[in-house]
């Protein structure tokens, strides 16, 4: 599966995201400038984390608004996976690619620590190699990770199991909604989460719970 990582002014998750990438698939994925209006032909799109513009106005507000988007709209159309993280994942709420919002954290301080997270279900690209109810255990470090939806809206993504993972055993960091930490379109090719999977893929770095979500994604062992 080739892959593209996409990078804006003020993202610093984007060399760990490569690394990921490279490290389980064996093949180094493309690197996009924001300003380009032209993807290569890949598989996956992913938006990595940081702080786009300083979140200057909201995070992912101005990044959301970049030429790259519209192309990544386009592909995301198409049915091409695309994966934003953190700061990724507030660019895809803000482009309208994904349903709600990530608000300032509860706490009006920025978090950085592990917490655990529980698979709601494993019947997706993204998510088949973990088990239906797994608890892993993931890395966050953001100040806007409170995830919100109107009433109407979160019901939408409850019943329609857009909902790909949520804060377990009382580790909600941000305060967000139902514990939600990460959500899908409706047609689940588009994933964003706050916490970050790419930083936990090798023994070295402290456990091996990110790796599934690439590994299964990526199609390889």
Known sequence: MKSAVVVFPGLNRDRDMVAALTTISGQKPAVVWHKDSELPDVDLIVI?????????????????RSPIMQTIRERA?????????????????????LPGVLMRNASLRFVCREVRL??????????????????ITTPVAHHDGNYFADPAILKAIEDGGQVAFRYAEGTNPNG???????V???KKNV???????????????????????FSGLLQVA
């Open 48 to 64: 990595p984390g940081g702080f786009s513009y300083g979140d200057y106005l909201r995070a992912g507000a101005i990044a959301a």
């Open 77 to 97: 159309q198409q049915g091409v996976h695309v994966l934003g993280v953190c700061n990724g994942f507030q660019i895809l709420t803000e482009a309208g690619l």
């Open 118 to 135: 529980k698979v709601e279900s494993a019947d997706t690209d993204f998510t088949r190699g973990y088990a239906t109810g797994q608890v």
């Open 176 to 182: 967000s909604v139902n514990d939600i930490a990460g």
């Open 184 to 186: 899908f379109n409706r």
């Open 191 to 213: 994933l964003g989460l706050m916490p970050h999977p790419e930083n936990l893929i090798e023994a070295a770095h402290g456990g091996i719970d990110g790796r599934a979500l």
